[in-house]
Structure formats: C-alpha cells, structure tokens
T-cell receptor
Framework: QKEVEQDPGPLSVPEGAIVSLNCTYS??????FMWYRQYSRKGPELLMY????GNKEDGRFTAQVDKSSKYISLFIRDSQPSDSATYLC???????????FGEGTQLTVNP | NAGVTQTPKFQVLKTGQSMTLQCAQD?????MYWYRQDPGMGLRLIYY???????DKGEVPNGYNVSRLNKREFSLRLESAAPSQTSVYFC???????????FGQGTRLTVV
C-alpha cells in the first residue's frame, strides 16, 4: 500500500467552479503537508504548505489538514483556465528530508 | 538565478548503454533529490542526499547509482539502461529548515 494516496482524475470543471482535491496518507509521522502544481512538461512548483493540522488560505486557494483522519485537501475557488495543471500533494516528517508525493490529479478548467 | 539545472533535457538510449544525468543547484541547499515520474505512479524517490558526502536510497533505487560530487552537484547514473527506466527524471533541492523543494525542468529519457 502506498504511503500517500491521491485520485489521479482526470478532473474537468467549467470556469468559475470550486475544485476540491484530496489526499489520504498512512504515516502518522508526517508533519509538513504541501501542494505542488505542475504544468505540462515542467517541473513541480510549490503552491501551498501547512504545518500540522489546520487551514491555510492564499487568495483563491485553501489548504486543509486533518491529521486525525490522515486527510488533506486543496480547494480552488473561482477556478480559471490557467489553473489547468497536475496537482500533487506531498508530505514529510519533522526529521530527515524525505518528501513523499501522491500520484497527482490532472485538472482541466474549461472556459 | 538559475535554481536547479538538469542536463540533458532529452536522451534516447539503447538497452544496456550507460549514462549520467547531471544536476546542479546554485541556492546553497543541503538536500538534493532524484525522482522519476511515470504515468499512474506519480513522483517516486530514487535517491536523496541530505548533505554533502551522504546519500540514501529512496523508494526505487535499483538500477541506479548517485554521486554527491560537492554541495552544488548531484548526479544520477544508469549503468546498464533497461526499457523499464524510460521515464521523466527530476532533480530537486531543499535548504535546511526550508519547506519548499525546488525542482529542475526534468530529463526525458527513453530506453529502446
């Protein structure tokens, strides 16, 4: 079983929709939770990160972490065609430097 | 500011050939990583180096070797390439205490 599970999609939504992306994990040692965005034929770029449980908001993006359920989410409000990309969740513990990724969810926002 | 630079960007190898993928970062980061990305599998860690002089196996190390040449450079070597190693390879680096890992643009490798 993978340490991090993520629905690969693909997910297709109309412009302006609210998008919900999710990951579950099994390793209770994970403390840092991140979302990366990857455009086609590019390397991943950090979008948001959260330490431990809670919510974090940045513009149209909200990241949520529920450590009790081992579940993290990324919400995109008022989605735009420029949000079309693959979104990867990633996480690591407080010690060491291994970063574990989910499979990635391919999102298309249609104008 | 170049960030993380990978060479080459594209490569085609024949089965059994060897090659080295190069990665260099100019951000004075301690940690460097090599990942491979395959459809349906996401990013999988091959090897990482937490600091200069140390390397550790990741999730899928078989068939690969690495060298942390100095703080800037972390190379990945395929001694005898196999078709199963056809993939997109990403190098990444992260500073001590930092959350964000910075990725290179990737190397698209095809083994025929």
């Amino acid at each position: 079983q993978k340490e991090v599970e993520q629905d690969p999609g693909p997910l297709s939504v109309p412009e302006g929709a609210i998008v919900s992306l999710n990951c579950t994990y099994s390793n209770s040692a994970f403390q840092y939770f991140m979302w990366y965005r990857q455009y086609s034929r590019k390397g991943p770029e950090l979008l948001m990160y959260t330490y431990s449980s809670g919510n974090k908001e940045d513009g149209r993006f909200t990241a949520q972490v529920d450590k009790s359920s081992k579940y993290i989410s990324l919400f995109i409000r008022d989605s735009q065609p420029s949000d079309s990309a693959t979104y990867l969740c990633a996480m690591r513990g407080t010690s060491g430097s291994r970063l574990t990724f989910g499979e990635g969810t391919q999102l298309t926002v249609n104008p | 500011n170049a960030g993380v630079t990978q060479t080459p960007k594209f490569q085609v190898l024949k089965t059994g050939q060897s090659m080295t993928l190069q990665c260099a970062q100019d951000m004075n980061h301690n940690s460097m990583y090599w990942y491979r990305q395959d459809p349906g599998m996401g990013l999988r860690l091959i090897y990482y180096s937490a600091s200069e002089g140390t390397t550790d196996k990741g999730e899928v190390p078989n068939g690969y070797n690495v060298s942390r040449l100095n703080k800037r450079e972390f190379s990945l070597r395929l001694e005898s390439a196999a078709p199963s190693q056809t993939s997109v390879y990403f190098c990444a680096s992260r500073g001590q205490g930092d959350t964000e890992a910075f990725f290179g643009q990737g190397t698209r490798l095809t083994v025929v």
